[in-house]
C-alpha cells in the first residue's frame, strides 16, 4: 500500500481508522517498539511465562495500549498529553504485577480502593484507544453496558431486563480481575493469534507474495471475454492471505485489475461491486479467514483446522456465485477480451511457486496436531527464508520492519477485544444475554406455534441483527456481542454451537457490504469513480448467495453437512442442492441463463433458490422443480424472441 491515495481511500473508507504518518524519529521509535514486542509474542510461542497467560495477557495490554496512543491521533508528532497517556497506560496496565501477582488475584471480588481506581483509569483509556482505532461507536456500546450494569437495579422490577444492580467497585473487578473482562478470550486470541497471523501477513507480503498472487492470477486467464472478472476474484481470493481487511484488500486488489476491467468494458459500479465481493470473500476463506475465526476456536474449544474445515464448503458456494456472475455480467455487458502483458502461467508459477509453501505448511501442521500458534509461527519463518530469493542485500532489515508492521498493524483489534471484555463481562454478570436470547426467541413464538416456522423465523431476525450491528461496530466486536447475545437464542431452538458460531461469523463479516455503509463497497467506488449507492447494490447482487447460505446452516440439520460435519455423501448433496440455488440466484441477479433471463424466469428462480437451500429431501425437490420450470420457460420464451427477430 505504498501508493498514498490507495492509503488514503482505505484510510477513509476502513473500518479502522487511520494511524499517524509519524515524524521519521518518532517512526523510528515505535519500530523499535513494534519489533521488541513481536520478539515478545515469539517467545510467549516457545518459552511461555511460568504464571500463566493472564500474566502474559497483562503484560501484552501494558506495552501495546501506550504504543496505541503514540500511534493513533491527529498530526505527525504525538502531543505531551499523548505522552502522559501512553506513560499512564503502562503504568495502571502493568498495576496487576506491582507489588505482587498472585496477592492481586487474591484480592478478587475485594479490591482495595487503589485497585479500582487504576482499573477504572485502565477502563477509560481502552475506551479512548477504542475510540481513536474504530471511532466512537464500540465506546458508547461500552458506556451503556456500564451504565446498564450499575443502574439496572433502578428499572421496574417487571422489566425483564432488570437485575439486581451491581456497585462499582464490582463491575470494575469484574473487568480487572476476572477472566471475562479486559483479560478474557477475546484479549487473549488477539495476543496470541491475531498478532501473529499479522506478522506471518506482513512477511508474506515483504517476500513478494503480494506481487506472485496478481501475477499468477493475470496469468491463469489472460485473454477471454470473462477473464478480467475471473482475475480479479482469484487476486482477491489470494490477496487476502496478506490482509485481514476487506476493505484493504477491496483496494489493494482495485489498483491492479481496475484498468483491466476498465479495457474490458465493465461499467464502473458493476466493477466496483465486483471488487468489494471479492475483497470481502478473501477473509470469509481459508486458510487465514478473520480475526473473529480465531475467537471461534476458542468459545467453542476446537482446533483452528475445524474451523478451516467448516469454512471450506460455504467459500466454495460464495466463489461460485462470484463466478455465475462474472459470467453474466461479461456476457450481458459485452465484456471485450483484454490484451493482458503477463509471462505464461507456468513461467510465473515455476518463479513463485515458494510462495504457496507457507500456506501449505500452516494446513499440513495443524492436521499433524502442532497448534496453530506455533504453525504459523513455522510458516513465518517459512515465508522469512523464501525472502532470501528476492531480497539478499536488505533482508535482515525486510524482516525486521515485517515483524514490526505485523505487530503494529494489530493495535486496532488489540483495543477491540480488550474493550469487548466490558461487554462480555457486562453480560455474564447480568445475565443479559440469555434474556436478550429469551426475548428473541418469544418474538419469533409470538408470531407462530410451528418449531420450525420459529426458527426460522429468530434467524432471520438474528441475520438482520448482526448485519446492523455490524455497521456500527468492528467485525470482531461484531462476532463478540452477537455470540453472547444471538448465540443462545440459536443454541435453544436446537442449533449445533458450531453453526451457530459460523451464521454469526459470515453475518458479521457481510457487514463490510451491506447498504447502506457497506465500507468495502464504498472504498471500490471511490477507487472506480462510480456511483456509491449503485456499486453497493452491485456488491449485494455478487454476496447474495453469501447472505443466504448460512441460513442453511442453522434451519435443518442437514445444514451441518455443509460444514463439512458428518458423513461425505451428506455433504455431497448438500452441496449440490445448495449449488443449484445459488446458481438460481445467480439467474435472478444476474439477469442471463441461456441468454438474457427475462422477469418470469428470473422470478421463478426466488422460489427455487429458497426451497433449495432449506436442506430437506420434499423441498430440495420442489426447488428443482421450480429451476426447470424456469429453464424450460427461458428456453421457450427464448425461442419466440428468436422467431419474431426478422430475418
Known sequence: MANPDLARIVAEHDEEMPSRSLAPRWERALW????????????????PFAKGSQYYLIIFLAVTLPLVFLSYGKGHTPPWWDWALAALAFVVGAYPLVGGYDEFLNR??????????????????????????????????????????????????????????????????????????????????????????????????????????????????????????????????????????????????????????????YPKENAGGLLAASGIGAILSPPTLGAAAFIIAEYLQVSYLSVLVWAIVPTLLYYLGIALAVEADARRFGARPVDVDAPRFLD???????????????????????????????????????????????????????????VRSAFPVIAVCAAAGVITSTITKTGLGQTLADWLVGM????????????????????????????????????????????????????????????????????????????AAVAAAALTGGDVMKTMWQTWKYTLPAFL???????????????????????????????????ALAVLTGGWLFGPARWPERLLCVPAALFLLYLQPLTIAIGAGFLVVAVAVHLVTRGRVRDAVPQ
Open 108 to 265: 478478587q471480588g475485594q479490591l482495595t480502593a487503589l485497585d479500582v481506581a487504576a482499573g477504572a483509569v485502565l477502563l477509560v483509556l481502552i475506551l479512548e484507544a477504542c475510540r481513536r482505532t474504530t471511532g466512537w461507536v464500540l465506546p458508547v456500546v461500552c458506556l451503556a453496558f456500564i451504565a446498564y450494569a450499575y443502574y439496572g437495579g433502578f428499572l421496574p422490577p417487571e422489566w425483564r431486563i432488570a437485575h439486581s444492580g451491581i456497585d462499582f467497585s464490582q463491575i470494575i473487578n469484574g473487568f480487572f480481575n476476572d477472566s471475562s473482562g479486559f483479560y478474557g478470550i477475546p484479549l487473549d486470541v488477539a495476543a496470541t493469534y491475531i498478532v501473529l497471523f499479522t506478522i506471518y501477513g506482513a512477511v508474506l507480503n515483504a517476500s513478494g507474495a503480494g506481487k506472485f498472487f496478481v501475477d499468477v492470477s493475470f496469468a491463469a486467464f489472460r485473454k477471454s471475454r470473462t477473464a478480467p472478472g475471473r482475475t480479479a476474484a482469484t487476486a482477491g481470493f489470494l490477496l487476502g492471505t496478506v490482509s485481514g481487511s476487506g476493505t484493504a484488500t477491496t483496494v489493494s486488489l482495485g489498483a491492479v485489475t481496475w484498468p483491466m476491467l476498465r479495457k474490458a468494458g
Open 32 to 47: 523499535i517498539a513494534g519489533l521488541l514486542i513481536s520478539l515478545l509474542v515469539l517467545k510467549q510461542v516457545f518459552f
Open 348 to 406: 510465473v508459477l515455476k518463479l513463485g511457486w515458494y510462495h504457496l509453501l507457507s500456506l501449505g505448511i500452516i494446513i499440513v501442521f495443524l492436521a499433524l496436531g502442532i497448534p496453530v500458534y506455533k504453525a504459523v509461527v513455522y510458516a513465518t519463518g517459512v515465508a522469512a527464508l523464501f525472502a532470501l530469493v528476492n531480497h539478499r542485500r536488505d533482508w535482515a532489515r525486510l524482516i525486521a520492519d515485517a515483524l514490526s508492521t505485523g
Open 549 to 583: 447460505v448460512p441460513l442453511a446452516f442453522v434451519l435443518t440439520d442437514a445444514g451441518s453437512a455443509l460444514l463439512l460435519r458428518g458423513p461425505l455423501l451428506d455433504s455431497v448433496w448438500a452441496f449440490g442442492a445448495s449449488a443449484l440455488g445459488v446458481a
Open 444 to 519: 419469533a413464538s409470538s408470531l407462530t406455534s410451528s418449531e420450525a416456522v420459529i426458527l426460522m423465523l429468530t434467524a432471520v431476525f438474528s441475520a438482520v441483527a448482526v448485519s446492523v450491528l455490524g455497521l456500527a461496530v468492528p467485525v470482531t466486536a461484531s462476532f463478540i456481542i452477537s455470540w453472547v447475545v444471538i448465540g443462545p437464542a440459536l443454541m435453544a431452538l436446537g442449533v449445533e454451537p458450531a453453526e451457530t458460531a459460523m451464521f454469526i461469523f459470515y453475518y458479521a463479516v457481510l457487514s463490510e457490504v451491506t447498504p447502506p455503509t457497506a465500507l
